[in-house]
Nanobody, 129 residues
């Protein structure tokens, strides 16, 4: 059974930091890309950052570039999102998701919601001003 478990959310003040964790199981980790997405109330789910497990390629959306860092611990099937300099607009439910990533045929990391097959349950991040 495929499972993605996101954790680490919480309440933090503007300018603070949080690290989210995503525990993956039930699929061949190396064959996938893991993405972090977020959804604020009344807004569509949007991509934040992505990592290709087999080679460690990463990509960040402009809204978080320079503030967030995505990393993985392949031995433990874990992906992390280190979030610094948090802003009120970062408030959202954060989800991790997995997408097949056949790097030889699709070298670019998947960034669209509909490219991801498996989703975790989400963890709330609230940035207070």
């Amino acid at each position: 059974e495929v499972q993605l478990q996101a954790s680490g959310g919480g309440l933090v003040q503007v300018g603070g930091s949080l690290t989210l964790s995503c525990a993956a199981s039930g699929f061949r980790f190396d064959d996938y890309a893991i993405g972090w997405f977020r959804q604020a109330p009344g807004k569509e789910r949007e991509g934040v950052s992505y990592i290709g497990i087999v080679v460690g390629d990463t990509f960040y959306e402009d809204s978080v570039k320079g503030r967030f860092t995505i990393s993985s611990d392949n031995a433990r099937n874990m992906v992390y999102l280190h979030m610094n300099s948090l802003k009120p607009e970062d408030t959202a439910v954060y989800y991790c998701a997995a997408a097949p990533w056949p790097i030889l045929t699709k070298p670019l990391l998947p960034r669209r919601v509909d490219e991801y097959d498996y989703w975790g349950q989400g963890t709330q991040v609230t940035v207070s001003s």
